[in-house]
């Protein structure tokens, strides 16, 4: 295509330019991209309304007039803002602005083109999943379905439900474990003489609180809650213990005694608040309750008649041994343990120093309220962290025991000042003590900390459980023993469960004690057969014979004291076997004659 002379003009001293360029780069950075650059100005210089347009630039040149770029409104030109900005002016151009004022509009021709680029399909509709207020809408089948459950149960009882009906309601319409029936059902009847639930009283009380779609959890929560409170506390649980103790057929051996029952039920509930409460506040949130397995545990409180196989909370041999150990301890039977009372605890098994930690409220604030005086709660957590320190609230419980200076990080100095004290009482022992350097190199290689010789909560939480090695062997002698002295194989066995499921810590601990404690109480009757069911009905006798004697009231006589602390003494017996110190059971023994 002729280009004209104009242009031709213009390509020779384009290209005279180039050369005197070449002499000053000989070698361009980038030759392919400038190749094409040239290309793509031959191929605009070929356009005729290019042509016209270096013409009329030449033409002015040679008149001495100034150059100025055409104006958007003669003509559309080919130019893209970027050339024509080097072209017609003398200063660097502006990087391109990501939205314009309204004061500089776009030309029509951009204007068009962008219109038509942003012209897309509509996206698909993403349905709500957060809602601020927690409550989920619920659509008509789901409404209906629930009318229709509703119905099905109240419509032939026009009057209302009693208590056995109404439990049919909780398990069918609202999906929920039978037990919460009797709590739920004495709020609902409360101020009520004729003690029935209407219908028109459960849909309500349902609705008001939109849980026709609400999760399992939210409805146990809300069942659980007061009106008027956004936590639960000890008090909130105790009309469902209640409930637990009066229908539940595995504690129907306690119906004579009501001081028993009040034990067992002030246990599981600590025992609920200390695995679920993770502040330790004594106020569960909802969101600590979602979190939890309290609703798998009252499914399986349903399911089973035998309670000792819900380990989980309600487990009656768990309560046992946890009130035996606390008796064992409190000499006065004041219901409160003093230093000395805590160190005989497992035969001296622990230092002083953690002892005196212990009673510094260090892990957490004793709730007996008397300094110095440890309480029933403060030793339910006390027992429960001792012999499983693999759980959440465990490992924070002795991690701040250790941290003396409260500054997060357990340094060797801080392992020193409990270590120092073992080491002496294995001399004693007359044991070879493991010299502090080997055991500093031991919990390194195990523990692998974030920085070296530093042990933070995050270093014991992912390494669990061998991080419990990290405290057994700053605190307890007894279980640092057995661990230089393990049998791999042995303990394998041992975390296995009757059919294979694999026990805690805690379980492991509990069952054997409630064994040792069971068969001092019935020697002739308790026979330990591994074919023999453990959990059954002989360790619930067995239980039963022990618990009428160890927890009366007040000052018991001498009768019942000698039959109550004689498991407990059986219990110190058998630790003398290891070599310990047995003052723990000698005392309680002569206290006892």
């Given at each position: 295509m002729d280009a004209g002379p104009a242009a031709l003009e213009l390509s020779q001293s384009q290209g005279q330019g180039s050369a005197a360029g070449k002499s000053q780069d000989s070698h361009p950075m980038y030759p392919c991209a400038k190749l094409k650059l040239d290309q793509l100005f031959l191929q605009w210089l070929s356009l005729p309304d290019s042509q016209?347009?270096?013409?009329?630039?030449?033409?002015?040149?040679?008149?001495?007039?100034?150059?100025?770029?055409?104006?958007?409104?003669?003509?559309?030109?080919?130019?893209?803002?970027?050339?024509?900005?080097?072209?017609?002016?003398?200063?660097?151009?502006?990087?391109?602005?990501?939205?314009?004022?309204?004061?500089?509009?776009?030309?029509?021709?951009?204007?068009?083109?962008?219109?038509?680029?942003?012209?897309?399909?509509?996206?698909?509709?993403?349905?709500?999943?957060?809602?601020?207020?927690?409550?989920?809408?619920?659509?008509?089948?789901?409404?209906?379905?629930?009318?229709?459950?509703?119905?099905?149960?109240?419509?032939?009882h026009p009057a209302g439900l009693n208590l056995e009906q109404f439990s049919s309601v909780v398990q069918e319409v609202c999906q929920l474990p039978t037990i919460l029936a009797h709590p739920w059902f004495e709020r609902l009847v409360s101020g009520s003489s004729e003690r029935l639930v209407s219908k028109a009283a459960f849909v309500e009380w349902w609705s008001s609180r939109q849980l026709v779609a609400a999760p399992a959890t939210r409805r146990l929560w809300e069942v659980l809650r007061p009106d008027g409170k956004q936590h639960l506390t000890y008090a909130d649980f105790r009309p469902l213990l209640q409930a637990v103790l009066q229908y539940h057929p595995g504690l129907e051996f306690l119906a004579d005694t009501p001081e028993f029952q009040a034990r067992y039920a002030e246990t599981v509930i600590y025992r609920i608040f200390y695995t679920i409460n993770r502040s330790g506040s004594g106020r569960m949130s909802y969101r600590e309750l979602r979190r939890s397995d309290l609703l798998d545990a009252l499914f399986?409180?349903?399911?089973?008649?035998?309670?000792?196989?819900?380990p989980r909370y309600f487990?009656?041999?768990?309560?046992?041994?946890?009130?035996?150990?606390?008796?064992?301890?409190?000499?006065?039977?004041?219901?409160?343990?003093?230093?000395?009372?805590?160190?005989?605890?497992a035969n001296c098994a622990l230092t002083y120093q953690i002892v005196e930690r212990i009673f510094e409220e260090a892990p957490r604030k004793f709730s007996s309220g008397v300094p110095g005086r440890m309480g029933y709660e403060?030793?339910?957590w006390f027992?429960?962290?001792?012999?499983?320190?693999?759980?959440?609230?465990?490992?924070?419980?002795?991690?701040?025991?250790?941290?003396?200076?409260?500054?997060?990080?357990?340094?060797?100095?801080?392992?020193?000042?409990?270590?120092?004290?073992?080491?002496?009482?294995?001399?004693?022992?007359?044991?070879?003590?493991?010299l502090f350097e080997d055991v500093l190199c031991q919990l390194h290689d195990m523990l692998q900390p974030a920085r070296e010789g530093c042990y933070t909560l995050a270093d014991v939480r992912r390494t669990r459980p061998q991080s419990s090695l990290l405290f057994n062997t700053l605190f307890n002698l007894h279980k640092f023993m057995a661990y230089?002295?393990?049998?791999?194989?042995?303990?394998?066995?041992?975390?296995?469960?009757?059919?294979?499921?694999?026990?805690?810590?805690?379980?492991?601990?509990?069952?054997?004690?409630?064994?040792?404690?069971?068969?001092?109480?019935?020697?002739?009757?308790?026979?330990?057969?591994?074919?023999?069911?453990?959990?059954?009905?002989?360790?619930?006798?067995?239980?039963?014979?022990?618990?009428?004697?160890?927890?009366?009231?007040?000052?018991?006589?001498?009768?019942d004291l000698v039959a109550g602390l004689g498991s407990a003494a059986g219990a110190a017996a058998d630790f003398m076997a290891a070599g310990s110190d047995a003052n723990s059971g000698a005392t309680a023994m002569d206290a006892a004659s």
């Open positions: 016209q347009l270096v013409s009329n630039l030449v033409e002015d040149a040679k008149q001495g007039k100034s150059l100025k770029g055409p104006s958007s409104s003669s003509f559309t030109t080919p130019l893209s803002p970027t050339t024509a900005h080097a072209i017609f002016s003398s200063t660097p151009p502006l990087s391109p602005q990501k939205c314009r004022s309204p004061c500089s509009p776009m030309s029509p021709t951009r204007r068009q083109s962008t219109s038509s680029a942003l012209r897309r399909p509509p996206l698909a509709r993403i349905p709500q999943f957060y809602f601020p207020s927690g409550t989920v809408p619920v659509s008509e089948d789901v409404r209906g379905l629930f009318h229709a459950r509703v119905n099905a149960l109240f419509d032939p399986a409180l349903e399911r089973e008649e035998d309670i000792n196989r819900v487990s009656y041999e768990h309560f046992y041994v946890v009130y035996c150990k606390f008796w064992e301890l409190d000499g006065d039977h004041d219901f409160s343990l003093e230093r000395a009372d805590l160190a005989r605890y403060d030793f339910v027992i429960l962290s001792e012999e499983d320190k693999t759980t959440e609230t465990a490992m924070e419980y002795w991690f701040r025991c250790a941290d003396l200076d409260c500054d997060g990080v357990i340094t060797p100095s801080e392992m020193w000042h409990f270590y120092e004290e073992q080491m002496k009482r294995l001399e004693g022992l007359s044991q070879e003590p493991v230089e002295n393990r049998d791999p194989f042995a303990l394998r066995a041992e975390q296995l469960g009757e059919e294979g499921q694999v026990l805690s810590d805690w379980d492991r601990f509990a069952r054997s004690e409630y064994l040792r404690l069971a068969v001092e109480e019935e020697p002739e009757d308790m026979q330990v057969d591994a074919a023999d069911d453990m959990w059954g009905a002989a360790g619930s006798r067995g239980a039963a014979g022990g618990s009428k004697m160890l927890l009366e009231e007040g000052e018991p006589d001498e009768d």
